[in-house]
């Protein structure tokens, strides 16, 4: 008789999301906590985006503040709010850069679609 092999089965949504909302939980899955991370900097350019057009803020200063509330906040979740080691996901710069350039994107198109809505008539 053979003995039937549980296979783990993925963690779902919710769950992950109920884990990041939490503070210091333990992240098993490196790979899911920098999904994590990344999902988090594409939620934050969709809202800084639509701030940033209502407002409406423009140039550069809209951009430099933008890269310094996406890259200070998100390292700030990760190893004050999540106590996680950066060194256990590559460093420091290895969690800054975790879906920085396709946040960044999503942002720029973000805050010009609303700009352009809320200033255009």
Request: glycine share 8%; proline share 3%; with cysteine.
């Amino acid at each position: 008789m053979q003995k039937k092999v549980k296979t783990a089965r993925p963690p779902s949504f919710i769950s992950i999301v109920i884990k990041a909302i939490r503070p210091r939980q333990t992240w098993d899955d490196k790979d899911q906590f920098m999904d994590v991370i990344h999902w988090l900097r594409q939620l934050l350019a969709v809202i800084l985006g639509f701030v940033w057009g209502v407002l409406p803020l423009h140039g550069i200063v809209g951009l430099l503040l933008f890269l310094a509330i996406n890259g200070v906040g998100i390292y700030l979740y990760a190893t004050v709010y999540q106590a996680q080691d950066e060194e256990d996901y590559g460093g420091a710069w290895d969690v800054f850069k975790e879906g920085m350039l396709t946040s960044s994107a999503f942002f720029v198109v973000n805050w010009i679609l609303w700009y352009t809505a809320c200033n255009y008539g």
